[in-house]
C-alpha cells in the first residue's frame, strides 16, 4: 500500500526545519521564521504563528519621537509597527507575499512603507513621504528609509527584479510596482497628465518615479495600489 498523500508523508514534507542561518531565517518564500531572543519590531498583523516566551506589544503613541508621530498621521495606518519580545520562534507572513530576506551592513535603503515586514532592533528607520505640492495625489506617497547593520524583511507579490540606475540613464516606475530602492536614490515624482487622463482617455501610466544617479531600484510585476488618483 502507497503511502502518498498520506498525513505521515504530508507532515514530513511541510513540518519546520532549523537551516541555523541565524535571526531571520526562511520557510518556504512566503514565510519568515524569526529566532527571537530580544526584541524586532514587525508589521502589525504579520504574526501567523509563534512558540516559546514571546510577548507583543503595538509601538507606543510618542515611542519614536513626536516628528514620526507627525509623519505617521499623515500616513494613515500604512506604517504600523508591533514589538515581538523574548525568546522563542515567530512566524511572520504578510498575505501570502514573498519573502526577501536584506543583511545590511552599514548600508541604507528604501522600501514601500506596505512591503516591510520586520526589522532588527539595531536598524534606524524614519519615514519618508513623497508628495506633490500640486495635490495630484489624495495622499501621497510614503516609504521608510532603513539605515545601520542588521536584518530586514521585506515583501514583494511574486518575485522581485532589481534594476540599475546609473548616471545618464535614468529608470522610470510605476510607484504601485515599486518596493525598495538604494538608500543614495531619491526619487522625482513625474507626471504626465492631459485632459484625456481625467475623461478616462488616458495611459494609465500618468504618474511615474524618476530615479537618476547610481543605485538600483526593485519592482515587482504586480501594481499594489496603496494611495488613491484623482476621481476622473
Known amino acids: 500500500m502507497t503511502n502518498r498523500y498520506s498525513v505521515k508523508e504530508f ?5 519546520q526545519t532549523n537551516k541555523n542561518e541565524g535571526l531571520f531565517e526562511m520557510e518556504g518564500d512566503r514565510m519568515l521564521e524569526v529566532h527571537l531572543n530580544g526584541s524586532v519590531w514587525t508589521k502589525m498583523g504579520s504574526m501567523v504563528a509563534y512558540m516559546g516566551n514571546v ?7 510618542l515611542e519614536h519621537g513626536l516628528g514620526k508621530l507627525l509623519k505617521k498621521a499623515l500616513t494613515g495606518e500604512g506604517m504600523q509597527l508591533t514589538k515581538a519580545e523574548g525568546q522563542g520562534l515567530v512566524y511572520l507572513a504578510d498575505q501570502g507575499k514573498k519573502v526577501s530576506i536584506l543583511h545590511l551592513q552599514n548600508e541604507s535603503i528604501y522600501v514601500n ?3 516591510l515586514l520586520a526589522f532588527e ?7 519618508k513621504l513623497l508628495k506633490k505640492i500640486s495635490g495630484i495625489l489624495a495622499g501621497g506617497l510614503f516609504n521608510v528609509r532603513l539605515e545601520g547593520t542588521g536584518m ?7 518575485n522581485p527584479l532589481t534594476l540599475a540606475v546609473r548616471q545618464g540613464y535614468p529608470v522610470f516606475t510605476d ?4 518596493i525598495a530602492w538604494s538608500g543614495n536614490l531619491y526619487p522625482e515624482l513625474k507626471t504626465d497628465i ?5 475623461f478616462g482617455r488616458g495611459s494609465g501610466e500618468s504618474l511615474q518615479m524618476a530615479f537618476n544617479g547610481d543605485g538600483f531600484v526593485v519592482i515587482q510585476p504586480f ?8 476621481t476622473r
Open 11 to 15: 507532515v514530513a514534507k511541510t513540518t
Open 55 to 61: 510577548g507583543f506589544k503595538r509601538e507606543g503613541v
Open 113 to 115: 512603507g506596505n512591503d
Open 121 to 127: 532592533q539595531s536598524i534606524q528607520w524614519d519615514i
Open 152 to 158: 530586514v524583511a521585506i515583501t514583494s507579490h511574486y
Open 175 to 178: 510607484p504601485n510596482a515599486t
Open 194 to 198: 492631459s485632459l484625456g487622463t481625467f
Open 223 to 230: 501594481e499594489e495600489v496603496t494611495f488613491q488618483q484623482p
